[in-house]
């Protein structure tokens, strides 16, 4: 059984930073992708960014330039580092992971950019 804890949100202010951390109970990082989603309260949960197993990454257009999805295979962690942020990006963050035949996802956690 996989699990994925998310750590390193809190409170911040518009135009802070802040790195948002999954890690897993196994290696699972090194052989799926893994995604960072977001959902805010009354929206739907999106896709915010992904990496791969070979550590290809992607983002949704709303972040590009502002959110950096990386990964540390050897202490099983992906991470999210959040710039610029924005009060529209408070929301709160999950991590997933695609396995076989099933996905695994962390209990979320909490980001809000206020002043």
């Known amino acids: 059984q996989v699990q994925l804890v998310e750590s390193g949100g809190g409170l911040v202010q518009p135009g802070g930073s802040l790195r948002l951390s999954c890690a897993a109970s196994t290696s699972i990082f090194n052989f799926f992708p893994v995604g960072w989603y977001r959902q805010a309260p009354g929206k739907q949960r999106e896709l915010v960014a992904t990496?791969?197993?070979?550590?290809?990454?992607n983002y949704v257009d709303s972040v590009k330039g502002r959110f950096t999805i990386s990964k540390d295979n050897a202490k099983n962690t992906v991470y999210l580092q959040m710039s610029s942020l924005k009060p529209e990006d408070t929301a709160v963050y999950y991590c997933k992971v695609e396995g076989i035949g099933r996905d695994y996802w962390g209990q979320g956690t909490q980001v809000t950019v206020s002043s």
């Open positions: 990496i791969t197993s070979g550590s290809s990454t």
